[in-house]
């Protein structure tokens, strides 16, 4: 009997996905995003704060030169939301060749609702005690750094989510190495590449509210789910299907999700 450790979700490539799995990954990740405005514009997030005695005030999350009834920092946050889903959704129909079942794709969807209401929470908080000044009618005059900083994270984290999984599609789809483990590009420097731009993304997030304590901790948590969840689990597919040849992959590539680090 073998003892190696099985992966919990079945990664096994299929031609015939399941349709209310991947119906469910997709909608669930595109409707994140309009779930996060209403919290904003309806005052769901400022009620949920108060109602456990924190503070909390819509006037900075609906006040200013953002869009659609959104404060600045608000639509910035909306905006990365859209994008995420979007980027998840294209991921489950066209990049993606595992199949995702209702509960682990229930799981996904539910994960990623979270950590974005997290987000939307902290920021009704830290724009209720740190607001930022309303400097002028443009968007861009109300942002400081902690907001670039955060886009430029969220753009970089997409980016690197985003190229990983699309050169490893066509690494795979190349007849010439079938049964091999794409170790060119990104895949070279760091065994998980597109965990590694989730996190990124993740923490952009999450700085674009101005906590750089939540951020902190953003990141924090995102590195401990994968390296003892995510990680862990896909490295027990790894060696299950490609055996020594994995091995050999981990040795000469020994960072599993920040390059000479981790």
Known sequence: MSSKKKSVIDRTPTNAP?????ATFTLGRLSDAPLQYFMF????????LTSVGIRASSLLLTTGPGVAGLAPIPTLMTGMYA?????????VLFTNSYDWKLPEASMVVLYNTFLNTTSSLVAAHALTSSPLPILGDRLIDCIGWKQWAGITLFTTGIAIELISEQTRKAFKKDLRNKGKIDDTGLWGLVRHPNYLG???WRTGIMLTTGSLTASALMAVFQIIAFTTGGIPDISAHMADRYGAQWEDYKQRVPSALIPGIL
């Open 41 to 48: 514009t309806e005052g769901w997030a400022v009620k949920a």
């Open 83 to 91: 994008v995420a889903g979007l980027r998840h959704a294209y991921w």
């Open 18 to 22: 399941s349709k209310l799995g991947t």
């Open 198 to 200: 989730y996190t990124l």
